[in-house]
């Protein structure tokens, strides 16, 4: 539930046509209309549930995917016969494909948001006019949630669940190229939710595979509050282009790392390699390595050789390729791109302003870490660093709601507005002003 595997592509259209129950007469519009109208009418009822309504559901949801894994796996197997084996999409099946054990994964998380602290009702602060009223504000769910996303079906119950327990209605839109799958556990989470006291609608799912069901959701604004959308650039623009409802998403993870001329070597090796290799298909490793030329000349031609050694292709600028024959040349484009690949771009740089100035020009305000033992550098650095999350002597790959403590997250934000960074269960949620008074009136 932690990372967040980003694919460069819209979701693939299955080999085959898929059947669907609904009516066959109704419209795309009219099949989305309906859906988003109902969740709307749920998530009245849902923002008012208890704690321990939204619990017990939680748990009958997770007991739910379990229960039914076996034709889950039997949906998933569909999907993966229409999906294809081509060498090229090796990587994207794997975050398809389910087994046993993933389902147990999937269960176990939602079983974990079970046990979070429900962020619904906090009041962090009351205070007294000089009219003696009282003001402050309580957390409640922003209202209906739609969720776009790519390929890996434990998605959908990451979502449903925290959607769930924030208080919010969802409307999943998951890759066609996983319809059968999430169809599955969609059903099986609505319906165990609806059985423990969750309003019907609260949990909803486009089961139409059709592109044209995208743009039509994205209209939505009448009913649906908020987008989140998960997955690669194509996706990310589309959202951004046909969305007239607000939506909260991150652009692409070109997340980098300076080591500094300070920085502790061997801790630069530990930081800087699990950052490029412990999962690099995510949208928090590290795609640009920056080097202070203070450090590179005795650190960075053996840091090349531990890269490569790892399957790294290291593109280098002319002072990275002196400094180790392991390096190619890098192309301009190099900087700023991200690979979600073992492929690392490489620069040398004169100091920290060099890097700052990198970063700012070539950075996608994702994830950012610097490696030094200098505190007033990291000071600097964490100060004048625009992005989600800064980290100090720390990999990049940190950036996560799970690592955080939050719990769990629903995706990373880079979006100014409302929630930036890993948004767990507070940041599925909004406030409003409530006031006590007695009496008052203005004069």
Partial sequence: MADKTRDST????????????????QSAEEYIETLVKRARQASGQLATLSTSVKNRALSAMADALEERSEPILAANEQDLDAFGAAPERK?????????????????DGIREVAKLADPLGETPKMWIR??????????VPIGVIGIIYESRPNVTADSAALCLK?????????????????RAIAAALSEAAEKSGIPSGAIG??????????????????YVDLIIPRGGESLMRTVAEHSTIPVLKHDAGVCHIYVDDDADAAMADRIALNAKVQRPSTCNAMETLLVHHGIARTWLAGFVEK????????????????????????ADDDYGKEFLDLTLAVKVVKNIDEALEHIARYGSHHTEAIVTGNYQKAMRFLREVDASAVL?????????????????EI?????????????????????????????????
């Fill in 392 to 408: 100090v002597n720390a990999s990049t790959r940190l950036n996560d709601g799970y690592q955080f403590g939050l719990g769990a």
């Fill in 10 to 25: 819209l979701p693939a259209e299955p080999k085959e046509p898929v059947e669907y129950s609904e009516v066959p007469e």
């Fill in 411 to 443: 995706g990373i934000s880079t979006s100014r507005i409302h929630a930036r960074g890993p948004m767990g269960l507070q940041e599925l949620t909004c406030s409003k002003f409530v006031v006590l008074g007695s009496g008052q009136i203005r004069e």
């Fill in 166 to 182: 924030s208080g919010n209605a969802c409307v999943l839109r998951g890759g066609s190229e996983a319809i059968h799958s999430n």
């Fill in 91 to 107: 990587a994207m099946a794997d975050r398809l494909r389910l087994s046993p054990s993933r389902i147990s994964e999937m269960a």
């Fill in 307 to 330: 890269l490569s050694a790892a399957k790294v292709e290291v593109r280098g600028c002319p002072k990275t390729c002196q400094l180790s024959s392991l390096a190619k040349p890098a």
């Fill in 205 to 222: 799912f486009i089961t139409r595979a059709d592109r044209e069901a995208v743009p039509i959701f994205l209209k939505q604004d009448r």
């Fill in 130 to 139: 000089p009219n003696g009223m009282q003001v402050g504000r309580v957390r």
